[in-house]
């Protein structure tokens, strides 16, 4: 999902080592790169390391669990991805792959000392692909894992969006979004006028986009386009099938992860909320929590079913550490 910087205020990269914020070296084949990362809390036990979405958003988006998780004596972790907003941004296109994200990952949870005993994942849109390829590769690291409004398979989520949501559109709007699409012509103002009144304000954050809240506009101002585009594609209904990310699909390896899992999933999510439901049951030890006035950012348009039924997962996670 992707909004241009022109429909919110843009207000500059600011002090990127304010307080609990650390810059991590990561190693690629290209040289070694810094990415941001800011502790909130203090909890031996349980440690949220936060993947956000995009590819090529920001840590912004999270600033809701401000709100619940402090209270819960949760600690959690911001984190920019390489490429994203304060971490460094290096242009060579070979850098924008999922097995380099997922080493970097790796790298991130080693420099901050998560360890099995400690360590969830929690990963929302892109991020919960990356989450689930972290797993399927380091899940001897994990203590558990989330999945937040993502499904499994691409495939699958282009499937809904063509059968189950593009029909609900107004088709003659749907026709002229396709129509910017196939002419490359996105940055047209009046392609996203109808985006956000025929999808965005349904299934992306059902919310007037005027009232959106302030670290929702921060991130869509701070998305990197370029990482955007080169992985999941420029249009909004879907993952295009020239895109890096068009064909990655791990249903069928789900059961292969045995940490215990949480799926979240909406009502009126951009992705199948019952094939996200389906996925938990896919996981050795999964649950399924979706929320039934929701979105894909549920955690603003159905915060209080979304973080109840997170943070009742990760007490859960430590009750069970401690039988």
């Known amino acids: ?37 800011k502790r909130v809390g203090n909890n031996p036990t349980l440690k949220v390391l936060l993947l956000h979405g995009g590819p090529g958003g920001t840590h ?9 998780f402090p209270g819960a004596g949760i600690e959690y972790y911001y984190y920019d991805q390489l490429g994203s907003w304060r971490s460094d941004h290096p242009e060579d296109p070979s850098l924008w792959e999922l097995d380099r994200f997922v080493e970097e990952v790796e790298q991130v949870r080693v420099a901050l000392g998560m360890t099995s005993d400690n360590f969830v994942l929690l990963g929302h849109s892109w991020g919960g692909i990356l989450a689930i390829e972290y797993a399927l590769k380091y899940q001897r690291n994990l203590k558990g894992l989330v999945i937040s409004n993502m499904m499994s398979s691409v495939p699958a989520y282009n499937a809904y969006a063509r059968d189950v949501l593009m029909p609900e559109m107004d088709q003659a709007a749907l026709a002229e979004i396709m129509a910017y699409e196939a002419s490359g012509d996105i940055e047209n103002p009046r392609y996203m006028e109808l985006l956000i009144a025929e999808h965005y ?56 992860i045995e940490v215990p899992t949480l799926v979240i999933g909406a009502r009126y999510d951009t992705m199948d909320p019952a094939f996200m439901a389906m996925m938990a049951t896919k996981f050795t030890h999964g649950e399924s929590l979706i929320c039934p006035s929701g979105s894909h950012l549920a955690m603003y348009d159905d915060q209080e079913v979304y973080f109840a039924g997170l943070i009742k997962f990760l007490e859960g996670l430590n009750a069970e550490g401690s039988q």
């Open 201 to 256: 304000v349904h299934h992306v954050l059902r919310i007037d986009l005027e009232d959106w809240p302030e670290p929702v506009q921060r991130m869509f101002t701070h998305m990197n386009q370029t990482i955007y585009v080169m992985m999941q594609g420029p249009s909004e209904l879907g993952i295009s099938g020239d895109a890096k990310l068009s064909q990655w699909d791990r249903t069928e390896s789900l059961g292969a």
């Open 60 to 68: 912004e988006c999270f600033e809701a669990f401000d709100s619940y």
């Open 1 to 37: 999902m992707s909004v241009p910087n022109s429909y919110f205020d843009n207000t500059g990269r600011d002090d990127v080592l304010s307080g609990g914020a650390k810059l991590i070296p990561i190693v690629t084949n290209l040289g070694t790169f810094n990415v941001w990362t």
